[in-house]
Structures are given as C-alpha cells and as structure tokens.
C-alpha cells in the first residue's frame, strides 16, 4: 500500500500534531467539567469571569474571521463582507430574531455580492 | 413511572428517538451547512480529508476547529495552538459543570460522563439544557446522547462533503459557506445577549480582536480574551443586574 507511506510525510503529520494538541487540550475542559462538576458554584466570581473571558474571545475570533479572514473569504473585500454581515444582521431582527433566516440571508448576501461586486 | 416530571418520551428508547428527532431538523441543517464550510476551509486551508475528519471527530466544536486550522495556515506554534484553543474552548468546562446534573442519573457509570461529554457543544448543549431537566432521570442521559451523536455524525458527513466542495462548487459558493461559520454563532451570542456582562465581552471582544490580530496575531486571542472578559467582568459586578432584557 503506498497510501499508507504517504500518511508519514510531514506535511500529514504537523497537521495531525496540531489537530491532536487541539484536541487534548479542548478533552480537557469537558473531561475537567465532568471531574468538578457539583464542586464549583456556578454563581461564584471565578465563574463569571470565565464566563466573560470565553465571550471575550469567541467575539474577537469571529468579527477577525469576518473582518481578517484566513482562507477563502481573504480575497473579498471588507465592504462585501461587512455587508453581508449587516444584511444577516438585519434580517436577523426583522424577523424576531430567527436564527435561519438570519445565516441564510448572510451567505446568500456574500454568495451575490461574491459574483456581482459590492451593493 | 413517575408521573410529575412535563415531559415522558416513555422509555429508555424513546428518550434516544426524541433526541435524535430533535436534532435531525434544524440543529443538523444549520450545523451541517456550517460543517461543509468547514471542510470547504480544511481544504482550502492545502490540508488533507483525514485532517478534516479527525478533527471534526475528536474535537467536535466549531470555533476550536476553526481557530486550528487557521492558527495552523500563519504558521503558529503547537504552544500557540494549543494556548488559543484551550482559552477558546475553556467555556466547554462551565458549560459541561452547569449540564451535568441534568443528564446524571444513578445507574450509568462515570466513564459514560467522560465520553459523552466529547458530544458536549454550544447546539447540543442548548437543546439538552432545554429538554433535560423536563424529562424522568432515566430519560436525561439518553435524550442527549441521543441528540448529539446523531448531530455530530452529519457533522462528520458534512465534513466529508464539504471537502471535496472546493473542487466542484463555484468559488462564491463556498465562500458563502465559509461565512456562515462566523455569521451562525454571530447571531447565537446576539440571540442570547442579555446575561450580566456578555453584551460587554462580546462587543469590546468583537472590537479587541481584530485590532489586537493587526499587532500580533499569535497572541491576539489571547489578550482580547483576558483583557476585554476581566473588563466586562469588572463592569457586569460593579453595576448590580437589576434589569432583566
């Protein structure tokens, strides 16, 4: 099988070394939450400010991947995504907050405007 | 049978069913779509299908994964990775301490806990969090295993799919794909905006990011984590939660 060769080369395997890291370190957390749960108060301060540090991050990492996109999404340009940010947005809240009108409408945006140029 | 619990799916079984009902519609939709831009990104990214499976199979949770693949394509360090992932996803521990005692039962062993809690996530969490607590003890742990492994198992299918997409879709198509990732748990956090401190983190967050990933993107995670949370930490204490939005 000169398949299973190739799974050894280096640029199979740095991937896997970070894929794996990244996995350790989220099992981890979930093994860690079973390991304590019932023993932390979750109305403690520590709590909280977990809580707020998570949110922290999860919004920095996603208005980057909107804004500074690796990937795909580089090569447009930040009006076309801004907009179809705003367009999800918008219809986001017009309709009372649902979920997939709001996801689809943001892609759909992106898709047009990825094949027409900027609104 | 106890009969003072809202809800009864009857049985063990029917638990498992209910659950995997309950997931199969718009939960695996959105996810599903959201994973085939994943994989679109895994491939995108010059990666192979195995990376794109084995992560989505071992570390099954949107924003980690995509932190990896992309801290992976600027080159950062295994201890970068491993630094931004696990302030990324040191929500799952809050979040597993708050589910657990709604899907513990007496009889199911604790290596089960240390399994199913792989299957823990922000849609999977959220729909447990929900249902749980309403249904008979017995009917907990299966309901979310039910719920999840089937969500997770179109995950692992989208994945696969979305990664030969590249090749096949136009190109806007799977950026439009790639963009529903952002976009989808965007409009999760503003759905769920009124906690004490959240609107604090999630808007300086959303500001710091971006800002900080200009300076240095190794550590920009991790300075908008700590520096914008301890800030919305600090506000959502000092002024008392007297209103509810």
């Known amino acids: 099988m000169s398949e299973l060769h190739d799974f050894f080369t280096p640029e199979f395997m740095a991937p896997m070394a970070a894929l794996g890291v990244a996995a350790a370190v989220t099992y981890f957390w979930r093994g860690l939450g079973v390991a304590v749960s019932g023993k932390i108060d979750k109305d403690s301060a520590l709590f ?42 918008a219809v986001f809240f017009l309709t009372r907050k649902n979920l997939l009108a709001g996801v689809a409408s943001g892609a759909a945006a992106l898709i047009l405007m990825a094949k027409l140029g900027p609104l | 049978m106890p009969s003072n619990y809202p809800d009864n799916f009857g049985s063990i079984k029917g638990a498992y069913k209910q659950g995997c009902k309950d997931a199969l519609a718009i939960p695996a939709l959105i996810l599903g779509f959201t994973y085939m831009g994943f994989g679109a990104l895994v491939s995108e990214t010059g990666l192979e299908i195995w990376h794109a499976l084995i992560s989505t199979g071992i570390n099954w949770a949107v924003p980690g994964q995509i932190a990896t693949m992309e801290l992976y394509a600027i080159d950062a360090s295994l201890f970068a990775i491993a630094a931004a992932v696990a302030l990324i996803n040191c929500r799952l521990m809050p979040m597993t301490i708050v589910l657990m ?36 003890e017995e009917q907990r742990l299966p309901y979310f295993a039910g719920f999840t492994i089937p969500l997770w198992s179109v995950c ?11 090749d096949v879709l136009p190109a806007e198509v799977t950026m439009g794909l790639v963009f529903l990732n952002p976009v989808y748990f965007m409009l999760v956090f503003l759905a769920d905006f009124s906690q004490p401190g959240r609107p ?8 710091l990011g971006p800002l900080t990933f200009l300076v240095t993107p190794d550590w920009s995670l991790l300075i908008t984590g700590l520096f914008a949370g301890t800030i919305a930490f600090i506000f959502s204490e000092y002024f008392p939660r007297n209103k509810k939005i």
């Open chain 2, 156 to 166: 692992m299918l989208s994945t696969w799919i979305g990664f030969y997409l590249p």
């Open chain 2, 200 to 207: 604090i983190a999630l808007v300086l967050g959303a500001i």
């Open chain 2, 101 to 136: 005692p709604h899907i513990r039962n007496k009889t199911s062993p604790r290596i089960a806990y240390y399994f199913l809690s792989n299957f823990i996530a922000v849609t999977g969490w959220a729909a447990a969090m929900k249902q749980c607590p309403r249904l008979p």
């Open chain 1, 48 to 89: 909280r400010w977990v809580t707020c540090v998570a949110y922290a991050l999860l919004a920095g990492l996603i208005a980057r991947m909107i804004l500074l996109p690796i990937g795909p999404l580089a090569e447009l340009g930040m009006g076309q995504r801004a907009g179809a940010t705003i367009i999800s947005l």
